[in-house]
């Protein structure tokens, strides 16, 4: 397994908040993961004048993810401009479930979790699979 250094990843997360854009909320958040291959993606909320498009900070990393490669996240963390660690919202919980590899670690406010342990009883790629469905064809290597 890939050596994980918080405070790096952290450090990450901290530069691509300086990136967000966020004029309505005034909220800018970063993120940062650690792939399975070593790489470190990052990412910023992006806001739109219609709230409901607005891009949260893990949609902007798991671009990035796929954009240098694809692969699987082992180790997540989000800040603030404060840099304090935040927690993701249930949606990007899901994403980053969908892009994580077993037992992927997160940093949260209430310590280092796996993501099973935020995201329990979890849908996923193999309940699509199990109930008949094509879940996993044509994908690509490393979903």
Known sequence: MVEIKWDSL????SEAMLKSYSPYSNFAVGAAALTADG?????????????????????SLVSDLFRTGG??????????????????CGRCRQLLFEHSAPGMLLETISGIRTIEQVLPDAFGRSDLAQRGGNAGEDLGEGL
């Open 10 to 13: 952290r450090a990450a997360a």
């Open 39 to 59: 790489r470190v993606v990052a990412g910023c909320n992006i806001e739109n004048a219609s709230y409901g498009v607005t891009l949260c900070a893990e949609c």
């Open 71 to 88: 692969g699987t996240l082992v180790a997540f963390t989000c800040v603030d401009k404060s840099n304090n660690i935040l927690m993701p």
